[in-house]
């Protein structure tokens, strides 16, 4: 059985990241291609997703749990690892998986919060590759902002952040899309990036 296809779309928080998932999903299961989608970290994963969802989102519990840059990056890096077997798993049974956001996402907002590359790349190293990684490159979409979310309520570390996913994006080999167009010409342009994988 061929193994399944790994798929990834990074960006800042809101680009659209989860609104092409879904487009891409429909694409994808109208190919025939059986599809699941996810979306990193992985919360409900103990004990590094739990600990991570409340810090993203509760300003009390981060004043409990002070961490450093490299030790919350180390948190989503185990994350990402502990997921791993049940990934491979589902790509061993010839099923796409279509990731929002992966280890790029914790090497850009590292980098943002003060880690060094050197620390990030390695503390990744070693996590499953994707087959294709794409990038909703543009100005973020004010709308779909989280209140309270740690990543989203600073516009000056948002603007950093994409800027290292611009660097990154040229670093990794990662498609870059425009985001700032029309829904469905975003997605036209994710698909053209898929096809050489749709065999």
Not at 10 to 17: E, H, M, P, Q, R
Not at 62 to 70: A, C, D, V, Y
Not at 145 to 171: T, W
């Amino acid at each position: 059985m061929k193994k399944g296809k790994f798929i990834v779309i990074y960006g800042v928080n809101g680009t659209g990241k989860s609104t092409q998932v879904e487009k891409i999903i429909q694409y994808l299961e109208e190919e025939k291609i059986k599809v699941n989608s996810l979306k990193y970290p992985i919360y409900d994963l103990s004990p590094e997703g739990l600990f991570i969802d409340k810090y993203l989102r509760d300003s009390d519990f981060r004043k409990k749990n002070p961490q450093t840059t490299e030790e919350l990056q180390k948190k989503y890096a185990e994350n990402r690892k502990r997921f791993e077997p049940k990934l491979k798993k589902i790509l061993e049974k010839g099923e796409w998986v279509l990731a929002e956001d992966y280890t790029g996402t914790g090497i850009c907002w590292g980098l943002t919060w003060g880690a060094s590359l050197e620390y990030l790349e390695k503390i990744n190293n070693n996590l499953y590759q994707p087959d294709l990684s794409i990038l909703l490159s543009g100005e973020r979409f004010l709308s779909s902002l989280e209140k309270g979310h740690r990543n989203e309520s600073d516009d000056e570390k948002i603007n950093i952040s994409r800027n290292f996913h611009e660097l990154l994006s040229q670093r990794y080999g990662w498609k870059s899309v425009n985001s700032n167009q029309k829904i469905k010409e975003v997605t036209e342009d994710i698909k053209k990036e898929l096809k050489p994988l749709i065999k």
